[in-house]
């Protein structure tokens, strides 16, 4: 395939598509990864060192990754004439089936929609799954962050974060509030001068996808609890709507029957036998409930901006977002990357914690069937983390901890695969 700026390695071979959609992984997948804007220069290149270390270890060079460049963001407007989204950027990362990113440069308030989130939206990466834990030894706010152990599925395409919004005063908004008002009989818009306007769309379809992936996932991983997080109190049609549509597809798709009534519902796991509980909680509550009774959470199935304000605010509990990973992904292709931003106040500095980056890597190479090469990561984190050789983020909340760098973090973690 010929591409403008991307150069396709001539040593690997690309990843297929099986018809049940599982995939064909050769010994050197081409891999495609965004560098990323901001602390992407820093995190980037360790994450693929890391990522390069833990797969030589475990196979003895038999199994080896060809990375791919392509661009988003700042690098691709240098190389695309002003193209921050560059169109065959998204071809290679379709083609390729699984890749990685660093983060891209949102504007607040105005400049270009989010990139982030455009690549989701074109890709149909529906879910967006963070898994949250705690590594022992890493720093926390909380008195037992051991108990903090659970996976959340964001649904990625709809919702107020889909970008369908009109600014105060343009002709777009004067449009849609006097159909509102004149067309909607609402009368409840507090000012209808100077009024930006935000749409939520929520289907059934997006929610039911989602929420079967969450429960899937539920039962493949023999966990005991699918929690569906909502504001369906006040927006009944949207969030209210998510949680009846996820208990729907639970009784109609798994068979989970009523607990009580309902509307909490509960299955037998197929594979072993053990007890699933559907249950729900409003978005507020949830909040103070992750910090106070972690343990009554494992999966979590949540709209898009809810799952967005849940993921920092976990991540915090467990260490922060240096080490919060995470996966965009469809039914066939996945992009994986960090839960945090591009920090742009620390870029080039060597200084961040590309942890989140390398545990998102842990989490493709286990999508690749590469797990003992993810179980390398994991065994090499926590040997960096064990051995107090960390970044800024843990070292200045930390007794005793050695200040690491971030290309240094990496290699610590290398030495302690
Ligand atoms: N998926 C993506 O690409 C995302 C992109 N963004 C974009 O990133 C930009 C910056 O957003 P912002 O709100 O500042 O959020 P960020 O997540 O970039 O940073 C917020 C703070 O989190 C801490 N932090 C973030 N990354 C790390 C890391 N690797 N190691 C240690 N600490 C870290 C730092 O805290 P401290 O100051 O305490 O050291 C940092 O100041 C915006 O343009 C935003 O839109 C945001 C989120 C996701
Ligand atoms: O796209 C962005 O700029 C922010 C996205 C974000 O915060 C997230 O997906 O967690
Ligand atoms: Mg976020």
Known sequence: MGYQHIQVPADGTPISINEDKSL?????????????????IDITPVMRKVTDAA???AYGGAKSIAWMEVYCGEKAAERYEGDWFPAETLDAIKAYVVGIKGPLTTPVGGGFRSLNVALRQEMDLYVCQRPVRWFTGVPSPVKEPQKTNMVIFRENSEDIYAGIEYKADSDD?????????EEMGVTKIRFENHCGIGIKPVSEEGTKRLVRKALQYTIDQDLPSLTLVHKGNIMKFTEGAFCDWGYELAREEFGAELIDGGPWCKLNNPNTGKEIVVKDVIADA?????????DEYSVIATLNLNGDYLSDALAAQVGGIGIAPGANLSDTVALFEATHGTAPKYTGQDKVNPGSLILSAEMMLRHLGWNEAAELIVKGVEGAIGAKTVTYDFERLMDGATLMSCSAFGEEIINHM
């Open 24 to 40: 064909n992984v050769p010994d050197r997948p081409i891999i495609s990864f965004v560098e990323g804007d901001g602390i992407g």
């Open 286 to 294: 949830m909040l103070q409930q992750v910090l106070l009774r972690p």
């Open 55 to 57: 797969v030589n270890k």
């Open 173 to 181: 908004a004067q449009k849609v509030i006097r159909f509102l008002t």
